[in-house]
């Protein structure tokens, strides 16, 4: 059974920084992209960062510049680097990571429960 767990949310001030981890465990044969979506209070869920399983990276323009994605595959786990961080970017941060589980003939997306981030200004 494969999961996938973040951490790291918090309260922070507006100009601080966050780190999110997010980590997949159980019984995976292939990892392929690695996502961070984010959703606030009455908006609909937007995609904040991805990373291939080749380490090419893709950010939603909001975060362009202060946010840095990154993987360690070995570990199975992804990284959200928040800098500069702002009032609109509180929100809910889920992680979705594309696993192929030992078994399986095919990838699916497996979601985390979500990491609360508060930015205060």
């Known amino acids: 059974q494969v999961q996938v767990v973040e951490s790291g949310g918090g309260l922070v001030q507006a100009g601080g920084s966050l780190r999110l981890s997010c980590a997949a465990s159980g019984s995976i044969f292939y990892i392929n992209d690695m996502d961070w979506y984010r959703q606030a209070p009455g908006k609909e869920r937007e995609l904040v960062a991805t990373?291939?399983?080749?380490?090419?990276?893709h950010y939603a323009e909001s975060v362009e510049g202060r946010f840095t994605i990154s993987r360690d595959n070995a570990k199975n786990t992804v990284y959200l680097q928040m800098n500069s961080l702002k009032p609109e970017d509180t929100a809910v941060y889920f992680c979705?990571?594309?696993?192929?589980?030992?078994?399986?003939?095919?990838?699916?997306?497996?979601w985390g429960q979500g990491t609360q981030v508060t930015v205060s200004s």
């Open positions: 990373i291939s399983s080749g380490g090419i990276t």
């Open positions: 979705s990571q594309s696993i192929r589980p030992e078994g399986w003939i095919s990838e699916s997306q497996f």
